[in-house]
């Protein structure tokens, strides 16, 4: 069974930082991307970052120069370490993996979110 856990999530002030972490297993994910999405309240799942298996990164706009994507292959883990965190970065992040690197939602494997809430 394949299955994505993530951890790391929680309550931080304006400014502050939080590393979330993703745990694969059930299959091999060393040559899957793997992702973070987002989603706030009454809002659409959004795409925050992603890492290729050749370690390739891309970001969203809204936290490029603030939140750093990183993945261990051997442990098939994937981090997300968010810095300078903002009251508008609050909502559940989930981690996604697919076979390619994506923007869009579109991976086939989704964890079951954790919750990121930053207080102003």
């Known amino acids: 069974q394949v299955q994505l856990v993530e951890s790391g999530g929680g309550l931080v002030q304006a400014g502050g930082s939080l590393r979330l972490s993703c745990a694969a297993s059930?299959?091999?994910?060393?040559?899957?991307?793997m992702g973070w999405f987002r989603q706030a309240p009454g809002k659409e799942r959004e795409f925050v970052a992603a890492?290729?298996?050749?370690?390739?990164?891309i970001y969203a706009d809204s936290v490029k120069g603030r939140f750093t994507i990183s993945r261990d292959n051997d442990k098939i883990t994937v981090d997300l370490q968010m810095n300078s965190l903002r009251p508008e970065d609050t909502a559940v992040y989930y981690c996604?993996?697919?076979?390619?690197?994506?923007?869009?939602?579109?991976?086939?494997?989704w964890g079951q979110g954790t919750q990121v809430t930053v207080s102003s």
């Open positions: 996604a993996a697919n076979r390619i690197i994506l923007r869009t939602a579109a991976y086939e494997y």
């Open positions: 059930g299959r091999t994910f060393s040559s899957h991307a």
């Open positions: 890492i290729s298996w050749g370690r390739v990164t």
